[in-house]
Every structure is written in structure tokens, then in C-alpha cells.
């Protein structure tokens, strides 16, 4: 079945660890996003990726760092891990950063960082 | 940026309607977006919205009047099963999304 998927589904970390969350998509679609969900304040935007070879910062992206080597794969990198970042991450899709294109969200990993 | 604000919670019967507002301030407004989030779940797209006026999905419809900032997500002859949290998305001019807080609607029988 054609989707989004997302690894490790949960994590618990050591303050100061590094981690890379992964994400991989088989609908080829061009455009992939990193968000981070805490209760109270919805989903907020950390790296954005419109096509392979370029990324962008969102609204949060201090502590964070992604690649796009290719068109399937947007990992999602926390340099060393600090209690703040712990939250629920999403991962998702779009066939084109523009027009009527949906964004299309991976299950999510929780993170908790200790 | 995008300022985004809609209830924290409502609660209705099963079979009745149900209506969540959502008022936007935005530096660049390019469509706004209802998801829906069942607890423990990823966000699966509802609606989407780029003029004013009405857009009509089976037993949801979704209104959006640009010069008022102003969105609505409505929810007819609820279900149990529509008891989850909704997000209004605003989408800006270079095709980010920014949510909302999300309203908790609970059903009950």
C-alpha cells in the first residue's frame, strides 16, 4: 500500500544523544515536511523539503537538521537532544509545493528525551 | 505569519450538527485546510478552501470568507466515530502550511 512511513514509531532518549528520525515515501511525491505536534499548540513546521537537493527552515528549526538525497527519503536529524525536543513528530508529503496539492502525514514517532 | 484561532473543545449528540470556527490573521493567504486527527493518529485531509463560499464533502462542508479571515467546518448527523480533534490549516504564499491549535470535538450518545 502506497503511503508514508515513519522510524522508530517511539524513542526514548538521553539528553545530549544523537537521533535521526526516518521517513520514506513511495508516492513520489516532490515536496516533504517535518512538523513537531505538542499538546496546546498544534503542529508547527521544522524543515521543509520542496524537491530533491533542497531543503528549507520552517518555524522551528533550531536544533533540527534534514537531508534530501533523493525523492523518497527526508531523514530528520536532532544533533544532541535536549528535554524540549520531546514531542510527537510528523512527517508528510505533497505532490507539488503549490496549487491545490494535500499534504499527506506519516503515523508519527514520539519522541521523549530524558 | 500566520495567527490561527479556533475552540479548544466542543461536544454535541449523536445525529446532531456540529459547526468549529476558525479565524485567521495572515501576512499572505494562499487556501486554508481542515484535517482531522483521531487520537493517536496522523492528521487525513478534510476540505480545502481557496474562495469564498461554501465547498459541500458528504456529511462535511466547509465555508471561507477571505475578507473577514474567517473559516468554518461543519459537521452533520454526527457519528461516534467523528468524535477526534480538527485542524485549520492557513496556507501561505510560498505553499507552507501553519495549524491551528486544534478543537477537540466529543460525541455522545
Known amino acids: 500500500i502506497a503511503g508514508i512511513t515513519q522510524a522508530p514509531t517511539s524513542q526514548i532518549l538521553a539528553a545530549g544523544r544523537r537521533m535521526t528520525l526516518r521517513c520514506t515515501q513511495d508516492?513520489?511525491?516532490?515536496?516533504m515536511y517535518w512538523y513537531r505536534q505538542d499538546l496546546g499548540l498544534g503542529l508547527r513546521l521544522i524543515h521543509y523539503?520542496?524537491?530533491?537537493?533542497?531543503?528549507g527552515k520552517g518555524e522551528v528549526p533550531d536544533g533540527y537538521s534534514v537531508s534530501r538525497a533523493n525523492t523518497d527519503d527526508f531523514p530528520l536529524t536532532l544533533a544532541s537532544a535536549v528535554p524540549s525536543q520531546t514531542s510527537v513528530y510528523f512527517c508528510a508529503s505533497s505532490e507539488v509545493a503549490g496549487a491545490t496539492d494535500t499534504q499527506y502525514f506519516g503515523p508519527g514517532t514520539r519522541l521523549t528525551v530524558l | 505569519g500566520q495567527n490561527i484561532d479556533q475552540p479548544t473543545e466542543m461536544t454535541a449528540t449523536e445525529g446532531a450538527i456540529v459547526q468549529i470556527n476558525c479565524t485567521y490573521q495572515t501576512s499572505g493567504f494562499n487556501g486554508l485546510f481542515w484535517y482531522q486527527q483521531h487520537a493517536g493518529e496522523a492528521p487525513t485531509f478534510l476540505s480545502y478552501n481557496v474562495l469564498d463560499g461554501l465547498e459541500e464533502k458528504g456529511r462535511f462542508s466547509s465555508f471561507l470568507s477571505r475578507s473577514k479571515g474567517y473559516s468554518y467546518l461543519l459537521l452533520k448527523e454526527l457519528q461516534m466515530k467523528d468524535s477526534a480533534s480538527y485542524l485549520c490549516a492557513v496556507r501561505d504564499r510560498d505553499y507552507k502550511l501553519s495549524f491551528g491549535a486544534g478543537t477537540t470535538v466529543t460525541v455522545r450518545a
Open positions: 508516492m513520489r511525491h516532490n515536496a
Open positions: 523539503s520542496n524537491t530533491a537537493g533542497t531543503t
